[in-house]
Structure formats: C-alpha cells, structure tokens
C-alpha cells in the first residue's frame, strides 16, 4: 500500500538522521572530551552548605560553575603556577592540615621563609577582605597574589613578567587550554582568569556540620557538658569572644588588635601599613574559628603553638600598647574554663572540605 510505503520511507529517514545526530554528538563530545567536568565534586548548582553556614552568594561578575570551579580545583593543586614548578597554592594550604600549612611561618619557592602564618582557605567565601591585613579586595585578586611573589611562587621580580611566564607554562597545557575555552570562551586566557577559576573553587571549601552545629540543631548530645561550659563563656559578657568571632563563620570580618607581636622592637603593624589609620595600628582581620583545632600554630605570627596558649593569652589580657581593643583585658578564667574554652573550640571541627584532597591527575 502507499501509506505504508510512505511511512517505511519516513522511517528510515528517521534512522538516517537520527545516527548523523547520535554520531555528530560523539563527535563533539570527543572534540571537547577533555574540557567537560569529570569530577562528581561540584555540583550543578553550587556547592552543598554544611550545616550551620548561611548561603553563599557568588558574586556577579564570576558566577559559579561545576566546570569553573573544577578547572580552579586543578590550577589550586598545580605546581606549574610556580616558576621552578616546585610551589602550589596547596603546599601552604593543604588539605593535611585544614587548608593551611602547620608551620608558623610559610616557606615558598628555594625554601625562603615568610614573616606571616598561612591562614586557612576554608570558609573564606564568607570574607571579603582577604590576608591578614585585608590589603586584597577578593579571592579573585587575593589568588593572583602569591604567583607574582618573589618568596612564594615565582623568580621573577616583575610581577607582570611573573603573570605572563605562569601563563606560558598553562598555555602549553592543551588540555588548559581547552578547559579555559570551555569556561571563558577563550584559548588565549589571562591572569584574571586563572584567578577567578581559583577563587571559585576557594568559595566550595566549607566547613559546618561540627558537633556545635548540631547541637545548635536540637541534638543536646552533640556537645560533651565541658563543650557546653565552654561555649558559654565564649559567648558571656566576660569573655565575650563573639564580639570579634560572631557569625556562622565565627568572624566579624572586622579588624583588630588583640596584642600579638606588640613586645617585638618593631611590630608587624598589619592593617595600619595599609590604611595609614593610626587606630589600625597593630590591628588584623579576625580569623573564623572553623576547624581551629586543627590549624595551629596560630595568630598572624604564628606566635602561640596551642589553643590552651590563645585561652591563656585572652585570659591575662593580651599583649599591652597602646591600640590594644577594649574588648581584650584581663577575664581572669579558673582553670575549668579554660579547659572548657579549649574544648569548645573544639567542638568546631567541621565537615565538608575533606572531599577537596588534590587531583589525580593534572591536566596534561
Ligand atoms: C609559600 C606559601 C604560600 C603559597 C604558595 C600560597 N599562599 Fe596563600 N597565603 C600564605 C600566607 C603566609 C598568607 C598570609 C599573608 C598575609 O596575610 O600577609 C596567605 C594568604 C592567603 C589567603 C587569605 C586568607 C585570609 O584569611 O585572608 C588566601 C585565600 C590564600 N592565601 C590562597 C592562596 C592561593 C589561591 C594560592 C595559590 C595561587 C596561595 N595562597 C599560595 C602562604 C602561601
Ligand atoms: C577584639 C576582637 C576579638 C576578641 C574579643 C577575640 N578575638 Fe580572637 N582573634 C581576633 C583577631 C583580630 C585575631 C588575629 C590576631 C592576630 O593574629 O594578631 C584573633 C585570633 C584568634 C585565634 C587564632 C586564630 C588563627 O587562625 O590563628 C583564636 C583561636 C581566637 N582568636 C579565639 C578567641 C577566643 C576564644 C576569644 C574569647 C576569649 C577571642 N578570640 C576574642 C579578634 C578577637
């Protein structure tokens, strides 16, 4: 019959064109095979937020993306941002250590030290200002930082000479290449992509879910009943250590002086060297306290080794001079509650950026 020869002619034109489809998409997928997201660690639409923290809002002008913030969790771990390929962002922030490097001071590229502790890179999506003297306005401009420092990742003294060598040794990278395509639109990327990669993977590192965050929830066992002493002081009108780490990420984001270094001759002055303000003398931005138990040695410095040695400096006052905050003096805690300060802090331990240990494989 006619209809049914019509209808075996439309079929098989339907095959026709569907195998062209099927095998053009094979096509183009191997084309761009390489630049896809492989890794089930960023999700479609953002990262998961642990219990505890408020939402995370990306900002306009670098929105998230599962392919943006993989390509950045790659350049985070990759020691060719360096120029001796020695040096990653995560050999000062590592996951072994909470995002940060156990050491009080950082050592960057020819073993050089540094004069400040490494802080950790967990929550600081929560930040705006960023160092401990908050000179970067964001991630995206904090990340570029280090690869143009002489002490930390690069030989050359021209901080535009270092950009443009770290962008060569990316560039030969097809698979860079390719990925950058993907994400920007554009082979030829620049140090301002690199930046805002990494600082897109920095916002998926959090920490919530701690035992404080569940007890906060409605689980009463969630804290031991020393934690609980603890927490109390920490938020008492004595103690009153939430009038700098308040917050879901336990920091104000503001600047302070608590005394640390202030008995050197010639004292890190933090803030002040970027204001000139002389109440910022001696003042720098307050720390989360997320995971704090496991990011020692701890202050700008890294002057005090332990948590019971921070209790110990709040308790007697801090450090005396003359910008010293109000809120530091003397709060002359027993024994007990210094024991129960330190089990609070804890009681922070969180959840959520172990999942971000380095890549198998860098791109090639
Ligand atoms: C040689 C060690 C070293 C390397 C390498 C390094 N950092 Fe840091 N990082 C530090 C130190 C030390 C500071 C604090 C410096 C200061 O505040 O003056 C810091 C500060 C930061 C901060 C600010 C955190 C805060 O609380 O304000 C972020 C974010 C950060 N680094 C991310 C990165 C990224 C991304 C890279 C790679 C591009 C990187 N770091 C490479 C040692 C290092
Ligand atoms: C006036 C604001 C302020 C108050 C009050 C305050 N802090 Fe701090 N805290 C800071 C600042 C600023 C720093 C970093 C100081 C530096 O490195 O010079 C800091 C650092 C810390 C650190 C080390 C963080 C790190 O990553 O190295 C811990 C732990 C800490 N504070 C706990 C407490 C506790 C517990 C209390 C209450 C007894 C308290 N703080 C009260 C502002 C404050």
């Known amino acids: 019959m006619r209809f049914s020869s019509i209808s075996r002619q439309a079929i098989a034109w339907c095959v026709v064109i569907a195998s062209a489809c099927f095998l053009a998409a094979n096509l183009i997928g191997q084309e761009k095979g390489k630049a896809k997201v492989t890794s089930s660690l960023f999700p479609k639409d953002g990262p998961t937020i642990p219990l505890g923290l408020v939402p995370l809002t990306f900002p306009e002008d670098n929105a998230y993306s599962p392919a943006k913030a993989e390509l950045g969790w790659l350049l985070y771990y990759d020691p060719r941002l360096s120029s001796d390929g020695t040096v990653s962002c995560a050999s000062c922030h590592h996951p072994k250590h909470a995002f940060t490097d156990g050491s009080d001071v950082s050592t960057g590229i020819k073993g050089q030290k540094g004069g400040r502790s490494a802080p950790t890179v967990i929550n600081r999506g929560y930040g705006a200002l960023q160092f401990w003297d908050g000179r970067a306005a964001s991630l995206e401009a904090q990340a570029v930082g280090p690869i143009a420092n002489s002490i930390e990742m690069t030989n050359e003294k ?74 109390n002081i920490f938020f008492s009108n004595n103690a009153r250590c939430d009038s700098c780490h308040d917050g879901s990420a336990f920091t104000t984001n503001q600047f302070a002086n608590v005394g640390i270094g202030m008995d050197k ?100």
Not at 172 to 182: G, I, P, W
Not at 266 to 276: A, E
Not at 337 to 354: I, R, S
């Open 158 to 231: 021209d901080p535009a000479k270092a950009h443009s060598t770290c962008l060569d040794r990316l560039q030969a990278s097809k698979e860079y290449r390719l990925r950058f395509k993907a994400v920007f639109g554009t082979e030829d990327f620049t140090i301002q992509h690199v930046g805002q990669a990494i600082a897109t993977f920095e916002r998926c590192v959090l920490s919530g879910n701690s035992p404080y965050d569940r007890f906060k929830a409605g689980d009463k066992k969630a804290l031991s009943e020393s934690q609980e002493r603890g927490m």
């Open 265 to 364: 001759v010639s004292p890190d002055l933090g803030r002040f060297n970027i204001t000139k303000r002389e109440e910022d003398k001696g003042a720098f931005k307050t720390p989360g306290l997320r995971d704090i138990a496991r990011t020692g040695p701890y202050m700008h410095d890294g002057s005090l080794k332990t948590l019971e040695d921070v209790v110990e400096h709040y308790s007697k006052g801090g450090i005396k001079n003359q910008w010293l905050h109000q809120d530091v003096r003397p709060l002359n805690l027993k024994p007990q509650d210094k024991t129960d300060l330190v089990a609070f802090l804890h009681a922070l331990n969180g959840e959520g950026w172990q999942q971000f240990v380095a890549p198998k494989n860098l791109p090639k």
